[in-house]
């Protein structure tokens, strides 16, 4: 993708403007280049060019063997560390017929609701920011610390955990995390309520989220979107509980969906999400099983020739594994599917039509992470 | 020095005009953040929330890099990005200085095999504080932080040892 724009504000014949946002810029959520042409207030067009975090993660993934791909998948979405390990565990214990012991099972679903709120939080506060809210963003940052702790108790991480890995997880549940656990369930329902009355049920906010950056239900399932995005358009579609993994088939969890598909949909979804999360999490600590939490494995895996495809629900939507295998010990090809990377194609088709002061506002509502996008 | 030691309504203190400016400039950090991976979650979004409240010390991020003293780069860099960090440090004005958060930053870190990826960012731009970790936790950005304000302090001495021995 090559931007239209050139390089700074340039003026041209029709009197429409092109602004570069990016990419270094604040309101991009990491690097993203937007090239939007206005006219006057009103964005005509909107181009993403991409390119500048790529990293090389699937070319890397090439060269490392199977036990390390967690360690760069943690790298890519790296608000949901959990969820991009899990993505390419399940990848590897399918292709060799792992058999994961039960309660890791459940330990993968804790952590990865663990990390969905948190990563919700992270989403919460910069959003607040980019509507031109700003004190909110201390009491998001409140509830992000105390998931964090718990993840730190847990995996030894605050971030890129590299918690979970072919074969289950690799540490059990302590007492003080347990403990943890048990003190944020407590309070987060009352802090999630005053959340929502804080920024959703400021009218101020209401009224600059309605009907903006509609995306029909149609338009959403034949751009790809997932996740939140997905179930704001009204389409309740989520990997959970369509192709469940984890302990997904035995919890019980409600699906948010939206009716319009607008900026406010997608942001009460995100919140009821978080709300269903607090509820996987409660039921995961009590009918957490006994047993080991990691299957026995050589130290090289070397999974026979073949193919397969593993998705999980990250927060930001359908995140998914496509690992080749050559019988040796790295994968011939490791290729992930990143939800924001069809969240970013409808920002495209969103931003024209709208007020420029709204374009920071959509690229928040969408929740997109550029480090997965760029690999 | 003494100013350091908060001057109180009916105190007086006599310094160096330099040394006053130096003083000022190690207690008001102003940054421009190039936050592009990881470190910026962890290292700065978490840093300027209520727990570890960078303001505090007088660092306030998200600065436009025409106003700003320091340039915190958290992440990777690869050589698309490496020419907006070069354009980026030019239009700041001296003095100022870059601090390098996380192992990409400092040596490209589990990415340093990729060719696209800049081999840490002094390559790019001259660094003053390098700080360990994949992510580096916030209290280590803290603490590269104060010893950013050290090495500013020490600066000023070594600036003026060096006019007396001169003399």
Redesign the interface.
Known sequence: MSPRAAEHVEHTATGRMVFDVGSQHPSTHGLLRLAIETDGEEIVSAEACLGFLHRGIEKLGEHRRYHQLPTLMDRGDYLSGIHGELASALAVERLRGIEVPPKAHWLRSLLGEINRIASHMAWYGTFGRDAGVTSHFFYSMRDREALLDILEAVTGQRMTFNYVRPGGVIADLTVVAESKIRRFLRTFDAHLDEHQTFLGGNELLQKRLRGVGVIDRDSAMSLGLTGANLRASGVPYDVRRDRPYAAYSELEFGIPIGTTGDAMDRYLVRIEEMRQAARIVRQCIEGLPEGAVMAKLPKALRPREGETYACVESPRGELGVHLVADGSETPRRFHYRAPSLFAIAALEQMLPGTLLADAALLVGSVDIVPGEVER | MALDRSVGEHSLAFVKREQLFDWARRNSLWCT??????C???GL??LG???FDIDRMGVLF?VSPRQADVMVVA??V?R??AE?LKL?YDQMSEPRWVVAVGACASTGG??R?????VLGVDRVVPVDVYIPG??P?PESVQYAFMQLQEKIRRQTEERSAARRDGS
Do not use: H, S, W
């Not at chain 2, 095999?113 to 990826?117: G, I, L, R, S």
């Open positions: 953040t190039l936050g592009t991976a990881c910026a979650i962890d979004m978490n929330g209520p727990r998200g992440g990777t690869n698309k990005m907006t980026l589990p990415f095999e990729y060719p696209n990826v994949c992510p936790r």
